[in-house]
């Protein structure tokens, strides 16, 4: 059972309820001139998979390593399970680290890599042995336990670095690019196994990435970083459909991007002014009237029709297809509007190629449009 089982699965909606596992509070770190992590706040609850997602040099492996000890903090605090780390050297932080590289020794088979850091901490034999034994069958390695490292897969060595951390029983294991020394394929179907772990022993977890779609797939909650700051924390769900920022939609998918001006702004609907369109949003946030926002619409949630059939409903423009990608699962349309820009829409390949889906090709003149609650609100 995991802790998130235990009480609400949405801890950090709930300010009186459990009390947050980490707590960083205006978190900053400055090597010289270079901020790499410039005034963070965030709570991560007991069970969460939490990811630090951004791009390289964003400032994620700095803050991981702040939480685990292994860098000092210019400005802040972190309090763990209620105490300050400030004073609290790595070593004696409920914390363990899995790094990238997995740094395994090629000389022990995978059973005395496991024990060694419990014997390390003179845990008694018997004791070692138990805790062995049941994170082997966690991991689901029971059967490669007298190999050597050298003598496993990519996707094996990583759940013998897994439980190697996970057998010292961490309240908070942090994780550096975890899956980055995978290929691609073997990286989709490690997520899972990661996330189930995690789930199974429900140790909370931050994960460093650079992946968008392995924080989507992993978290229970994510920071988007950029340039040492978070841009937006949320679920992978808020974040991808609720973004806040041009820099968020973008970052996480893509997105089709209007500069417009608020024209109405009701309990139930916002009203936006662009070039391409009037765009109607049947979501209400709290926009300011007249002023200057983005609409974002992401290529999949804008429908494609050709120009003859008759277009029903808000939320529409005409253009040309300038250019079609065949990508096999799908197609991305890129379709020029009225005004100049160009727009991307992606319809899936329900049928084969010789009868396209929608029968639309180059050069033909096309209606888009798209669901009144498709539309996202970008306020920078
Ligand atoms: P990420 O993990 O997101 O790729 P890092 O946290 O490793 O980014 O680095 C953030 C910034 O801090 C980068 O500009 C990097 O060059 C700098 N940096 C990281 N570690 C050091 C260090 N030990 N000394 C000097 N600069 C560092
Ligand atoms: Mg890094």
Same mark, same amino acid.
């Given at each position: 059972?995991?802790?998130l089982?235990?009480?609400s699965d949405?801890?950090?909606l709930?300010?009186?309820?459990?009390? *947050?596992?980490?707590?960083?509070? !205006?978190?900053?770190k400055?090597?010289?001139? #270079?901020?790499?992590?410039? &005034?963070?706040?965030?709570?991560?609850?007991?069970?969460?998979?939490?990811?630090?997602?951004?791009?390289?040099?964003c !400032?994620?492996?700095?803050?991981l390593?702040?939480?685990?000890?292994?860098?000092t903090? &210019?400005?802040?605090?972190?309090?763990?399970?209620g105490?300050d780390?400030?004073?609290?050297?790595?070593?004696d932080?409920?914390? &363990?680290?899995?790094?990238?590289?997995?740094?395994?020794?090629?000389?022990?088979?995978?059973?005395?890599?496991?024990?060694?850091?419990?014997?390390?901490?003179?845990?008694?034999?018997?004791?070692?042995?138990?805790?062995?034994h049941d994170?082997?069958?966690?991991?689901?390695?029971?059967?490669?336990?007298?190999?050597?490292p050298q003598?496993?897969?990519? !996707?094996?060595?990583?759940? #013998?670095?897994?439980?190697?951390a996970?057998?010292?029983e961490?309240?908070l294991?942090?994780?550096?690019?975890?899956?980055?020394?995978?290929?691609?394929?073997?990286r989709?179907?490690t997520?899972?196994?990661l996330?189930?772990?995690?789930?199974? #022993?429900?140790?909370?977890?931050?994960?460093?990435? =650079?992946?968008?779609?392995?924080?989507? +797939?992993?978290?229970?909650?994510?920071?988007?970083?950029?340039?040492?700051?978070?841009?937006?924390?949320?679920?992978?769900?808020?974040?991808?459909?609720?973004? $806040?920022?041009?820099?968020?939609?973008?970052?996480?998918?893509?997105?089709n991007?209007?500069?417009?001006?608020?024209? $109405?702004?009701?309990?139930? =609907?916002?009203?936006?002014?662009? $070039?391409?369109?009037?765009?109607?949003?049947?979501?209400?946030?709290?926009?300011?009237?007249?002023s200057?926002?983005?609409?974002?619409?992401r290529?999949?949630?804008i429908?494609?029709?050709?120009?003859?059939?008759?277009?029903?409903? $808000?939320?529409?423009a +005409? !253009?040309?297809?300038?250019?079609?990608?065949?990508l096999?699962?799908? +197609?991305i349309?890129?379709?020029?509007?009225? &005004?100049?820009?160009i727009?991307?829409?992606?319809?899936?390949?329900?049928l084969?190629?010789?009868s396209?889906?929608?029968?639309?090709?180059?050069?033909?003149? #096309?209606?888009?449009?798209w669901? *009144? +609650?498709?539309?996202?609100?970008?306020?920078?």
């Amino acid at each position: 059972m995991t802790a998130l089982d235990t009480a609400s699965d949405t801890p950090w909606l709930d300010p009186d309820g459990q009390t *947050p596992l980490v707590q960083i509070k !205006g978190v900053t770190k400055k090597y010289g001139d #270079v901020t790499a992590v410039d &005034n963070v706040d965030l709570d991560i609850y007991p069970g969460e998979l939490f990811c630090l997602l951004g791009g390289s040099g964003c !400032g994620k492996s700095t803050l991981l390593r702040m939480l685990a000890g292994f860098e000092t903090v &210019n400005g802040g605090s972190i309090t763990i399970d209620g105490v300050d780390m400030s004073e609290v050297p790595a070593y004696d932080r409920p914390t &363990n680290m899995m790094f990238q590289s997995y740094a395994l020794f090629p000389h022990m088979s995978v059973e005395k890599n496991i024990a060694f850091g419990l014997q390390q901490d003179r845990i008694p034999k018997s004791e070692i042995k138990d805790r062995v034994h049941d994170i082997l069958a966690l991991v689901e390695l029971q059967d490669f336990k007298k190999r050597k490292p050298q003598q496993l897969s990519g !996707g094996q060595r990583q759940r #013998v670095a897994l439980a190697r951390a996970l057998v010292k029983e961490p309240k908070l294991l942090l994780l550096d690019e975890p899956l980055a020394a995978l290929d691609k394929k073997l990286r989709k179907q490690t997520q899972f196994e990661l996330a189930n772990i995690q789930e199974k #022993v429900g140790v909370t977890f931050v994960v460093v990435t =650079h992946d968008q779609e392995e924080a989507m +797939s992993l978290a229970t909650r994510m920071a988007v970083m950029d340039a040492g700051r978070f841009k937006q924390i949320g679920t992978p769900t808020e974040i991808y459909e609720f973004p $806040e920022s041009r820099f968020v939609a973008d970052f996480i998918g893509s997105a089709n991007i209007f500069e417009g001006r608020v024209t $109405e702004d009701v309990a139930d =609907h916002v009203r936006v002014k662009t $070039e391409v369109c009037d765009v109607f949003i049947d979501h209400g946030e709290s926009v300011k009237m007249g002023s200057k926002i983005w609409v974002g619409i992401r290529p999949e949630k804008i429908r494609l029709t050709k120009a003859d059939k008759p277009a029903v409903g $808000e939320n529409q423009a +005409s !253009g040309i297809v300038e250019d079609v990608g065949y990508l096999g699962e799908s +197609s991305i349309y890129k379709v020029k509007l009225s &005004n100049g820009q160009i727009i991307d829409v992606t319809a899936p390949n329900q049928l084969r190629p010789m009868s396209r889906q929608h029968g639309i090709t180059w050069d033909d003149h #096309v209606n888009i449009s798209w669901e *009144p +609650s498709s539309a996202m609100l970008l306020n920078s």
